[in-house]
């Protein structure tokens, strides 16, 4: 993620915040979720479809917390161009 944000840097005038720990919780709880996801296709009948779509349901509200989360401003360079960073 630091790598992207120093890229990133070069051309947009905001960034995510990616030291705020609610960032990484997120992330975690989309990881667990996707795991919990992977489990369950194992399993057959109505409620373990209804488990799936409840479990998706749920990775849909992390990404959407994700997506509405507080950018950080950001100040472009004049002359904007990508260049390495790493």
């Known amino acids: 993620f630091e790598l992207t944000t120093e890229i990133s840097r070069q051309v947009f005038p905001i960034e995510l915040d990616i030291h705020n720990p609610k960032f990484y919780d997120k992330l975690e709880k ?5 795991d919990r ?3 369950s296709k194992a399993k057959k009948g109505v409620f373990a479809r209804l488990g ?6 749920r990775c849909g509200m992390q990404f ?6 507080r950018t950080r401003k950001n100040r472009p360079p004049v002359r904007v161009r990508l260049e390495p960073v790493w």
């Open 64 to 69: 959407i917390g994700l997506y509405f989360m």
């Open 37 to 39: 996801m992977e489990e």
């Open 52 to 57: 799936r779509m409840s479990l998706a349901a």
């Open 30 to 34: 989309l990881r667990q979720l996707a």
